[in-house]
């Protein structure tokens, strides 16, 4: 099982409860959307910052080796500069 994986599945639960909701009348198809919307950007940011969280970017001039692997400061996983 992968990271793909699990948030496949947790997409999944999302859609089966929220639909649960929809059903009963408890909330608006229009209102799922909105939370489902605001739930994946909050995950997403959650996720950036988990990654990045006590992270030091290293200077590319730094790596003289293709074995050291290095911080990405974009995404905030590793990359290896070929020497």
């Given at each position: 099982?992968?990271?793909?994986?699990?948030?496949?599945?947790?997409?999944?639960?999302?859609?089966?409860?929220?639909?649960?909701?929809?059903?009963?009348?408890?909330i608006s198809?229009?209102?799922?959307?909105?939370?489902?919307?605001?739930?994946?950007?909050?995950?997403?940011?959650?996720?950036g910052f988990?990654?990045?969280?006590?992270?030091?970017?290293?200077?590319?001039?730094?790596?003289?080796?293709?074995?050291?692997?290095?911080?990405?400061?974009?995404?905030?996983?590793?990359?290896?500069?070929?020497?």
């Amino acid at each position: 099982m992968n990271q793909d994986t699990i948030w496949q599945a947790m997409r999944y639960a999302l859609l089966l409860g929220g639909g649960f909701f929809v059903g009963r009348g408890t909330i608006s198809a229009e209102q799922l959307e909105l939370i489902a919307g605001l739930a994946g950007a909050i995950v997403s940011a959650s996720w950036g910052f988990w990654v990045k969280w006590n992270t030091t970017p290293v200077l590319d001039k730094i790596i003289i080796r293709n074995a050291i692997p290095a911080v990405d400061g974009a995404t905030g996983g590793t990359k290896r500069l070929m020497p």
